[in-house]
């Protein structure tokens, strides 16, 4: 056996998919499961932006496009920021890219190297920590907390900022807790930030809002454009998870990196899913507004559902589709629950350690599920802590 690369057993995994796994199997043996687990809209991608790509195969649109992607794809993303932010940006500082790993993978890879430090949040998306010890980079946790509202605090980031640190992370609103960090937060960090610190700012679910929350995308801050780069796309507001569909807005010093790894590492997007993408910025957004409608009323179900459960508590998330439930009082550890509640009562959940050691103590559940199936789930959580002595 040929030696392995160094490096590669430091890489990672996300859970949420072993959990998937492990639920579809328990299902194909004939247990009933309900899946809270997977963050992933369960609507259906909407019709016309379905047709966009059947148009766009039988219309021919089936070779290769630019490693940057279309350009009236990249226009529209443009155009799209600055409707919803008024902000300008340059389309050709625009990459279209397969899915928003991919933008968290290129940013780390471009400024993670050992002797370095990348701050990441704690409860987070995995993958970041998983991508910052692969480069050899220190990963540096930057405290999420139940009691900042699942927000960050600014000067504990800007505390934890050395001169080894050469990116920060933010997420917001954040997967796994639904945090939203207060722009009063967002604009302390901004103004403290040295300047030989870059910013990867993960705008996924900008759109997920409840409460009246207006979402502060970092690009409306013009003293950080130099050194921000900005990770969204279509997964999570179109509901479009396995179209594999994301885009990046790079500083220009930055943009010719990246797009030199697009053309070693993927080529382009898939052409078809390129003119849906199209279609989903520029086309009616009706479907958006009533999928988010169905969102509000799950959170707030399933909060007040999982207040009522014995040792347990849970704050209102701000954003996303999540709730993260405080566990501790129950006495049971996260995954060991976790796991219990999947191959038990057939609830597949995410114990919150696989979102980094400060998840002790949590539970995510993902309320991408119809309002009867969270009713169902919860109440099969609840026997399940009456019944069962913590494990």
Same mark, same amino acid.
């Given at each position: 056996?040929?030696?392995?690369?160094?490096?590669?057993?430091?890489?990672?995994?996300?859970?949420?998919?072993?959990?998937?796994?492990?639920?579809?199997?328990?299902?194909?043996?004939?247990?009933?499961?309900?899946?809270? +687990?997977?963050?992933?809209?369960?609507? !259906?991608? !909407?019709?016309?932006?379905?047709?966009?790509?059947?148009?766009?195969?039988?219309?021919?649109?089936?070779?290769?496009?630019?490693? %940057?992607?279309?350009?009236?794809?990249?226009?529209?993303?443009?155009?799209?920021?600055?409707?919803?932010?008024?902000?300008?940006?340059?389309?050709?500082?625009?990459?279209?890219?397969?899915?928003?790993?991919?933008?968290?993978?290129?940013?780390?890879?471009?400024?993670?190297?050992?002797? %370095?430090?990348?701050?990441?949040? *704690?409860? =987070?998306?995995?993958? /970041?920590?998983?991508?910052?010890?692969?480069?050899?980079?220190?990963?540096?946790?930057?405290?999420?907390?139940?009691?900042?509202?699942?927000?960050?605090?600014?000067?504990?980031?800007? =505390?934890?900022?050395?001169?080894?640190?050469?990116?920060?992370?933010?997420?917001?609103?954040?997967?796994?807790?639904?945090?939203? %960090?207060?722009?009063?937060?967002?604009?302390?960090?901004?103004?403290?930030?040295?300047?030989?610190?870059?910013?990867?700012?993960?705008?996924?679910?900008?759109?997920?809002?409840?409460? +009246?929350?207006?979402?502060?995308?970092?690009?409306? /801050?013009?003293?950080?454009?130099?050194?921000?780069?900005?990770?969204?796309?279509?997964?999570?507001?179109?509901?479009?998870?396995?179209?594999?569909?994301?885009?990046?807005?790079?500083?220009?010093?930055?943009?010719?990196?990246?797009?030199?790894?697009?053309?070693?590492?993927?080529?382009?997007?898939?052409?078809?899913?390129?003119?849906?993408?199209?279609?989903?910025? $520029?086309? !009616?957004?009706?479907?958006?507004?009533?999928?988010?409608?169905?969102?509000?009323?799950?959170?707030?179900?399933?909060?007040?559902?999982?207040?009522?459960?014995?040792?347990?508590?849970?704050?209102?998330?701000?954003?996303?589709?999540?709730?993260?439930?405080?566990?501790?009082?129950?006495?049971?550890?996260?995954?060991?629950?976790?796991?219990?509640?999947?191959?038990?009562?057939?609830?597949? $959940?995410?114990?919150?350690? *696989?979102?980094?050691?400060?998840?002790?103590?949590?539970?995510?559940?993902?309320?991408?599920?119809?309002?009867?199936?969270?009713?169902?789930?919860?109440?099969?959580? +609840?026997?399940?802590?009456?019944? %069962?002595?913590?494990?």
């Amino acid at each position: 056996m040929p030696q392995t690369i160094p490096g590669f057993d430091r890489i990672g995994e996300e859970n949420a998919f072993a959990v998937l796994a492990r639920a579809g199997v328990l299902a194909a043996e004939g247990k009933d499961i309900i899946n809270l +687990g997977i963050g992933q809209p369960d609507f !259906p991608t !909407p019709d016309n932006i379905s047709e966009a790509a059947i148009k766009a195969i039988r219309d021919g649109h089936h070779g290769y496009t630019p490693a %940057t992607g279309l350009p009236a794809l990249r226009e529209a993303v443009s155009a799209d920021l600055h409707r919803r932010f008024q902000v300008e940006v340059n389309p050709d500082t625009v990459l279209i890219v397969p899915g928003g790993k991919v933008t968290m993978f290129t940013a780390i890879l471009m400024f993670g190297a050992p002797g %370095t430090e990348i701050l990441y949040p *704690d409860p =987070g998306f995995p993958i /970041y920590r998983s991508m910052i010890e692969f480069t050899g980079a220190t990963p540096i946790p930057v405290p999420i907390r139940e009691e900042n509202g699942f927000g960050f605090s600014a000067d504990e980031m800007l =505390g934890l900022i050395t001169d080894k640190t050469r990116l920060v992370i933010l997420n917001s609103p954040a997967n796994p807790c639904g945090g939203v %960090t207060p722009k009063a937060e967002m604009d302390a960090l901004v103004a403290g930030l040295p300047d030989h610190v870059a910013v990867l700012s993960d705008e996924i679910y900008d759109q997920m809002l409840y409460d +009246g929350e207006k979402h502060g995308t970092l690009l409306s /801050y013009p003293q950080l454009r130099d050194r921000l780069i900005l990770l969204n796309g279509w997964s999570k507001t179109y509901a479009m998870t396995g179209w594999r569909l994301g885009y990046s807005v790079w500083p220009e010093a930055l943009y010719d990196n990246a797009r030199k790894l697009a053309v070693n590492a993927w080529s382009c997007v898939n052409a078809p899913a390129q003119f849906a993408a199209l279609e989903a910025l $520029t086309g !009616p957004q009706d479907a958006v507004t009533a999928m988010m409608r169905e969102f509000d009323a799950r959170r707030t179900l399933v909060v007040r559902l999982l207040n009522d459960l014995p040792g347990v508590s849970c704050i209102q998330p701000k954003g996303a589709f999540y709730a993260f439930p405080n566990i501790t009082r129950t006495g049971w550890k996260a995954k060991a629950l976790a796991s219990a509640l999947l191959e038990g009562p057939g609830v597949a $959940t995410i114990g919150g350690p *696989d979102f980094g050691t400060l998840g002790e103590g949590y539970i995510r559940l993902s309320y991408a599920n119809s309002q009867d199936n969270i009713r169902k789930a919860v109440a099969r959580m +609840g026997a399940y802590l009456n019944d %069962t002595p913590p494990g």
